[in-house]
């Protein structure tokens, strides 16, 4: 039996990054991997650092991304999962705690439900908005480590979770974008936390493992450990810094100091400059994952991905800022062309 003999749902995703856009379709069919059917890219011009200073620009783009992708993949999408990075994100760890209110003191799914949404209660300014509200950890009668409580026993149930909040306008903006490209928003997504979806394995989550997603404005840093959320965060510095200064010290143009950057073997001057600002960005990245988790246990090491991590000496460099085991994540758990991601 082939694809196409099976019942198949499309799904599509929108990365908003400030190098490109780019749309994502893919197929899933009953329990296999997702399989990539559709890629499509467009230079970012009308965004800066995750958020949208163009909108007109930010609107061709995301229609001809999507575009790119439909016409590979030969179907047509109403909606997308939009990822979104920037310094207008931000995260907060949080508890909360419920009486069980299942028959007989047994845990059911409602049970669950309830106290991810008393833990999900914070507060936030009136220009912010919960994002994710994800779970860490439950407890039950006071035995933590639970991973999901349901069918268990107890009569207090506790979850610990991570929080993520973002600007209001930031994320309207965005998706008032993408309606105007012709295309619904069917939900929104943490960029980190997308990454690692595609990047990380369920053996380096419960370790503890950092993942840096270097792109072209920012740095999402996203900690796990034992399987949860423990801190995202987000540097505002990438790939376009380092193009900026080959820029200014060869005093040379961008597209110029672009390929410079990208070069196997970059000249003296150049590898100098590059690994100057990558361990600014690294030591920045790491301060804020210790300030956040001053006891991290980060077993897994580091995970770089994204752009920037394809630098010439990216790995290593981050070995010595870390201290640590690095790898390069590579997309994996798909079908289809996953390489181009």
Not at 151 to 162: F, N
Not at 206 to 231: E, P, S, W, Y
Not at 237 to 260: F, K, M, P, S, Y
Request: proline letters at 3%.
């Amino acid at each position: 039996m082939n694809w196409s003999e099976e019942h198949s749902t499309i799904i599509a995703g929108l990365d908003l990054g400030t190098t490109k856009v780019c749309a994502v379709i893919a197929e899933q069919v009953a329990e296999r991997p997702p399989r990539i059917i559709g890629i499509g890219q467009h230079p970012s011009e009308g965004i800066q650092r995750g958020a949208i200073v163009d909108a007109e620009k930010t609107v061709r783009a995301i229609g001809e991304a999507v575009r790119q992708a439909e016409l590979m993949a030969g179907v047509e999408i109403d909606s997308v999962y939009a990822g979104i990075s920037g310094e207008y994100i931000a995260s907060l760890n949080s508890t909360g705690m419920v009486a069980v209110g299942g028959e007989g003191g047994w845990i059911g799914a409602q049970d669950r439900a309830r106290v991810l949404a008393a833990a999900g209660v914070v507060k936030v300014p009136f220009d912010r908005e919960v994002l994710h509200v994800l779970p860490q950890e439950f407890a039950v009668n006071g035995q933590r480590g639970i991973l999901d409580p349901v069918g268990m026993y107890g009569v207090r149930l506790e979850a610990s979770v991570h929080v993520v909040t973002s600007s209001v306008a930031a994320v309207r903006n965005i998706c008032h974008s993408i309606l105007r490209a012709g295309v619904d928003v069917r939900g929104v997504v943490l960029g980190g936390l997308a990454s690692s979806y595609a990047v990380l394995s369920e053996d380096e989550r419960q370790m503890g493992v950092c993942l840096l997603d270097i792109g072209g404005g920012t740095t999402d840093v996203a900690v796990f450990v034992g399987k949860g959320l423990r801190h995202s965060g987000n540097v505002g510095l990438g790939g376009h810094n380092v193009t900026n200064d080959i820029g200014v010290g060869l005093r040379t143009t961008r597209a110029e100091a672009e390929q410079a950057k990208c070069a196997g073997v970059p000249s003296e001057t150049v590898a100098l400059i590059v690994a100057a600002r990558m361990e600014e960005i690294l030591a920045l990245a790491r301060k804020q994952v210790y300030t956040a988790l001053p006891h991290a246990a980060l077993g897994a090491g580091i995970v770089l991905t994204g752009g920037g991590a394809q630098i010439t000496g990216a790995v290593a460099l981050a070995e010595r800022v870390f201290n640590m085991p690095v790898r390069l994540g590579e997309p994996s758990g798909f079908e289809g062309g996953a390489a181009e991601l």
